[in-house]
């Protein structure tokens, strides 16, 4: 019972807090009188409408709407499509499938929309690549991201660098693993590129050079803002970790 009257107070003092500054005062004594049911009223007529109109309003309906219900969107964009065959609901879907990692069924949305204008999509095709990856077919990842190069040679991505870089390691082409790295490393924003360079090299026992590359992203960190850091702290982590 404590338990219900301190939920009921925390209702009523958030809707009547709500009210007053939003100009509602004639809910102020409904809220008070009815407890819970004229907080569950209050919310509903007044509250939710001004949720629903504004941006950040709208996200956190969604949010509350996605906690209760986390496949949510995935049927959204699963009834969308099969209200409307196209492309972009086929993507949707994909991009969706990738959030509840279910990779085969995002691979198969890709390579489906792969056809007639958008055969050689550069987009398309490294999302399907990525996919691949997270499936560990890092052979089709490879084969993909050349058909990509081969078909868009003028569509750059670091991201897909990076990925290109990452299953050539995975399939034990190291050689040509830490050369795209290298490059990588020279231009690749945020520290992921220069870190998992870092690590080929050590697991191949090349330490030195290892050493040289956790130390340059510690002290490149040093010189960030606090939010910066916080965006690049598993690499720092990493780096760190690995320096000595």
Same mark, same amino acid.
């Given at each position: 019972?404590?338990?219900?009257?301190?939920?009921?107070?925390?209702?009523? !003092?958030?809707?009547?807090?709500?009210?007053?500054?939003?100009?509602?005062?004639?809910?102020?004594?409904?809220?008070?009188?009815?407890?819970?049911?004229?907080?569950?009223?209050?919310?509903?007529?007044?509250? $939710?409408?001004?949720?629903?109109?504004?941006?950040?309003?709208?996200?956190?309906?969604?949010?509350?709407?996605?906690? !209760?219900?986390?496949?949510?969107?995935?049927?959204?964009?699963? /009834?969308?499509?099969?209200?409307?065959?196209?492309?972009?609901?086929?993507?949707? $879907?994909?991009?969706?499938? !990738?959030?509840?990692? &279910?990779?085969?069924?995002?691979?198969?949305?890709? *390579?489906?929309?792969l056809t007639g204008i958008y055969k050689d999509d550069p987009?398309?095709?490294?999302? +399907?690549?990525?996919?691949?990856?997270?499936?560990?077919?890092?052979?089709?990842?490879?084969? =993909?991201?050349?058909?990509?190069?081969?078909?868009?040679?003028?569509?750059? &991505?670091?991201?897909?660098?990076?990925?290109?870089?990452?299953? $050539?390691?995975q399939l034990g082409d190291t050689a040509l693993a830490i050369?795209?790295?290298?490059?990588?490393?020279?231009?690749?924003?945020?520290?992921?590129?220069?870190?998992?360079?870092? +690590?080929?090299?050590?697991?191949?026992?090349?330490?030195?050079?290892? /050493?040289?590359?956790?130390?340059?992203?510690? =002290?490149?960190?040093?010189?960030?803002?606090?939010?910066? *850091?916080? +965006?690049?702290?598993?690499?720092?982590?990493?780096? *760190?970790?690995?320096?000595?």
């Amino acid at each position: 019972m404590p338990a219900f009257l301190s939920l009921s107070v925390l209702c009523q !003092i958030i809707c009547v807090i709500h009210a007053h500054r939003t100009d509602r005062r004639d809910w102020i004594w409904i809220i008070l009188i009815f407890s819970l049911v004229g907080c569950a009223f209050y919310f509903f007529l007044e509250m $939710l409408p001004d949720l629903r109109n504004s941006r950040t309003g709208r996200r956190v309906v969604k949010d509350v709407l996605k906690a !209760i219900d986390p496949t949510m969107t995935l049927k959204q964009r699963a /009834r969308a499509l099969s209200i409307s065959d196209n492309v972009q609901n086929k993507l949707n $879907l994909a991009d969706e499938c !990738i959030v509840h990692q &279910s990779y085969p069924e995002a691979a198969e949305l890709y *390579r489906s929309c792969l056809t007639g204008i958008y055969k050689d999509d550069p987009k398309i095709l490294l999302s +399907l690549a990525q996919t691949l990856f997270f499936m560990g077919e890092f052979a089709n990842t490879k084969q =993909t991201l050349d058909r990509l190069i081969a078909t868009n040679p003028d569509f750059k &991505s670091q991201d897909g660098h990076l990925l290109y870089a990452r299953a $050539l390691e995975q399939l034990g082409d190291t050689a040509l693993a830490i050369d795209e790295y290298q490059v990588l490393a020279s231009y690749y924003s945020g520290y992921e590129a220069k870190c998992r360079y870092g +690590l080929l090299l050590k697991r191949l026992g090349r330490t030195e050079q290892a /050493r040289a590359i956790f130390a340059e992203i510690g =002290t490149l960190a040093s010189n960030l803002s606090k939010g910066q *850091r916080k +965006l690049q702290k598993e690499w720092i982590d990493i780096a *760190r970790e690995n320096m000595s």
